[in-house]
T-cell receptor
Framework: SQQGEEDPQALSIQEGENATMNCSYK?????LQWYRQNSGRGLVHLIL?????REKHSGRLRVTLDTSKKSSSLLITASRAADTASYFC????????????FGSGTRLQVQP | GAVVSQHPSRVICKSGTSVKIECRSLDFQATTMFWYRQFPKQSLMLMAT?????????EQGVEKDKFLINHASLTLSTLTVTSAHPEDSSFYIC???????????????FGQGTRLTVV
């Protein structure tokens, strides 16, 4: 199964509203990353939060990390129609493979 | 950030033919590249890890004879889908890790993906 499970699976909001997406993971991590994917395109890195950090900001993005609950959240404030995309959290797989494992993703639709 | 170029972005092929997808790191050397597969509205699933100059490491359930991976140089990895069938239709994405850099503190760099349709 996926390392990360995200909720909600789909989210539809109006422009200007805030969008919150949650991610849970199962194993210990060094960091957790969030990526964005526009339909049919590759992934774009948004933000990385280290395991010793609790909160991080980047522009309209705010990420929190609770290692005791093995969960993270991504908040997009003052959403825009251009924020419409799928958002994935990702963590490193075991050190042998060094690949990222992705959550199930949240499809965000921002209505203009 | 570093640039990973994936080509082609879209390909349609006939059942039984083979298709090659290229993944290039344009401004850095990539000792390791990763190939993912993504079905519609689903997450990315790791298929294999490609190491420069050595054999790829495949994930459980991925047929290595069907999905041939070659990583002949520090800037190029290729994925060949052999004897493609309609069930191989999917979105394939590569990712690269820069030489000397780990994923401990840095992001991974992704190609734009290849939409494969087998008819």
């Amino acid at each position: 199964s996926q390392q990360g499970e995200e909720d909600p699976q789909a989210l539809s909001i109006q422009e200007g509203e805030n969008a919150t997406m949650n991610c849970s993971y199962k194993t210990s991590i060094n960091n957790l990353q969030w990526y964005r994917q526009n339909s049919g395109r590759g992934l774009v890195h948004l933000i990385l939060i280290r395991s010793n950090e609790r909160e991080k900001h980047s522009g309209r993005l705010r990420v929190t990390l609770d290692t005791s609950k093995k969960s993270s959240s991504l908040l997009i404030t003052a959403s825009r129609a251009a924020d419409t995309a799928s958002y994935f959290c990702a963590t490193l797989m075991d050190t042998g493979r060094r690949a990222l494992t992705f959550g199930s993703g949240t499809r965000l639709q921002v209505q203009p | 950030g570093a640039v990973v170029s994936q080509h082609p972005s879209r390909v349609i092929c006939k059942s039984g033919t083979s298709v090659k997808i290229e993944c290039r790191s344009l401004d850095f050397q990539a000792t390791t590249m990763f190939w993912y597969r993504q079905f519609p509205k689903q997450s990315l699933m790791l298929m294999a890890t490609s190491n420069e100059g050595s054999k790829a490491t495949y994930e459980q359930g991925v047929e290595k004879d069907k999905f041939l991976i070659n990583h002949a140089s520090l800037t190029l990895s290729t994925l060949t889908v052999t004897s493609a069938h309609p069930e191989d239709s999917s979105f394939y994405i590569c990712s690269a890790r820069a030489r000397g850099r780990t994923l401990m503190n840095t992001e991974a760099f992704f190609g734009q993906g290849t939409r494969l349709t087998v008819v």
